[in-house]
Every structure is written in structure tokens, then in C-alpha cells.
């Protein structure tokens, strides 16, 4: 069973910064990796995604306006992390943000699909004053 640990949650004042981070026990150089958000008493939302470095489209996708140029989504490869900057935060981001992987050398589908292999637990942005 996979591994995915979401980190950089937490509460923010609106206009604020946070970096969440998705590691996992498996390289996720191989894998293409979502972004998704659970905001209460609302569906479920693609955010962001970004292929895995070996498939055929090597571009991110964005699935919601909300992000705006806001959010941008990106791999660290020396910690093996996809990490979600999100810049100038707004209360209506509040959720749980959770990342998941899809299967081997994908890249990312749209709209973004939720037949993914694995998740993580998620991680909890607050964004208020």
C-alpha cells in the first residue's frame, strides 16, 4: 500500500501564503499527481495537476478558475514532494486538500479524474481574519 502524506496546512489571514507539500514512499517523479480540495458542505474539487516526468504531455493542469493565477504546482525533486503554492488566499479556499497519483507515467487527465490509485489523508487550510 502507498503512502501519501500531505504537510503545510494550517490558518491563514486572507491574502496569505501557504505551501502545502505531498510526499509519498514511492518516487513520484514516476507518477502524475493531483491536487484536490474538500471544502465543507461542497463537492469535491480538482485543483491542479502535473504529469509524470516520463509521460508523452509534460504540462501541469489547472482545473479551476478559482485558482486564478494564484496557485502553481510543482516537483521537488531532491525531496521528492509535488508541492501547491498558493499565493493571496481567500476565505472561499478553505478545506481539506489532499493529493493523489494515478497510474505509472500518466499524465494528467481533464476534467481531472478521481480513478486514482492512491490519496493521502489530506491536509487543512484555514484562511480567515
Known amino acids: 500500500q502507498v503512502k501519501l502524506v500531505e504537510s503545510g496546512g494550517g490558518l491563514v489571514q486572507p491574502g496569505g501564503s501557504l505551501r502545502l507539500s505531498c510526499t509519498a514512499d514511492?518516487?513520484?517523479?514516476?507518477?502524475?499527481v493531483s491536487w484536490f480540495r474538500q471544502a465543507p458542505g461542497k463537492e469535491r474539487e480538482g485543483v491542479m495537476c502535473?504529469?509524470?516526468?516520463?509521460?508523452?504531455?509534460?504540462?501541469?493542469?489547472t482545473y479551476a478558475d478559482f485558482v486564478k493565477g494564484r496557485f502553481t504546482i510543482s516537483r521537488d525533486r531532491s525531496e521528492n514532494t509535488v508541492d501547491l503554492q498558493m499565493n493571496n488566499l481567500e476565505p472561499e479556499d478553505t478545506g481539506l486538500y489532499y493529493c493523489a497519483t494515478y497510474p505509472l507515467n500518466t499524465g494528467c487527465s481533464n476534467p481531472p479524474s478521481t480513478n486514482y490509485d492512491y490519496r493521502g489523508q489530506g491536509t487543512q487550510v484555514s484562511v480567515s481574519s
Open positions: 502535473l504529469p509524470s516526468k516520463f509521460s508523452t504531455s509534460g504540462k501541469s493542469v
Open positions: 514511492i518516487t513520484l517523479d514516476f507518477y502524475a
